[in-house]
């Protein structure tokens, strides 16, 4: 697996992979991270995956974070009781 290309943001590290027919988007955000598989016939190469990365989708993004450092937090609260 290898990175392809890159995509700026303020927040977030966002990687584009490609391996074995399908390409992979990573974000980061702190000890966190998401990916999301493609395969390369649903879109139409990095400027595809560029344009499917919106606004929209990069809220619902910043909001899973979110959700995740919560319970992380809690879960690692309750290892204190």
Do not use: C
């Not at 392809?4 to 992979?17: C, G, V």
């Not at 991270?33 to 809220?59: C, N, P, T």
């Not at 619902?60 to 309750?78: D, G, P, S, V, Y």
């Amino acid at each position: 697996m290898r990175i392809i290309a890159t995509i700026p943001h303020p927040k977030l590290t966002i990687s584009i992979f490609s391996m074995n027919d399908k390409y992979q988007v990573k974000f980061e955000a702190g000890p966190m991270e998401q990916i999301y598989k493609l395969s390369h016939a649903e879109v139409d190469g990095i400027e595809g995956i560029k344009k499917m990365v919106d606004d929209v989708f990069l809220e619902q993004i910043h909001a899973r974070f979110n959700e995740m450092f919560l319970a992380f937090k809690a879960a690692k609260e309750r290892l204190n009781v």
